[in-house]
DNA sequence: GACTTGACTAGAC
DNA sequence: AGTCTAGCCAAGT
């Protein structure tokens, strides 16, 4: 298992409405210092990836070579429900946590 | 093998 | 809050 592989396998488990920042999918993997590999596994995502679920520390939409993308990201987070303020996503009510998923599992409505 | 290139980050002003 | 810097590391030249 590369570990890209392991990006994407953990990248589709974000449930809607919930977003996880690079570093802390890096360190989920076990490789804390690896938050820009997550970046370059997402790069060649399909459609099929929910890959804009994907935001920097910040809660910022990672800048890129096509800003085209990154409006398109803010717009799939906002039809799920993700809100922003100030251009940031508000990870303290969206990141997806332990205690997220905890939630998730005894009262799927709370997602 | 030596650079360069990033969808990154934490820390320091 | 904005800007810089150093450290990071797999991939591509």
Not at 97 to 107: H, P, S, Y
């Amino acid at each position: 298992m590369t570990f890209q592989a392991a990006v994407l396998d953990l990248v589709r488990r974000i449930p809607r409405g919930r977003v996880a920042t690079y570093g802390q999918l890096a360190t989920l993997l076990g490789r804390p210092r690896s938050a820009r590999m997550v970046g370059q596994a997402l790069r060649g995502a399909d459609g099929a990836l929910p890959w804009h679920r994907v935001v920097n520390a910040q809660g910022r939409i990672s800048p890129r070579s096509r800003a085209a993308s990154m409006l398109t990201q803010r717009i799939r987070l906002e039809q799920e429900g993700v809100l922003f303020r100030r251009g940031r996503v508000i990870l303290t009510r969206f990141r997806w946590t332990a205690a997220a998923r905890q939630r998730a599992r005894f009262k799927p409505e709370l997602l």
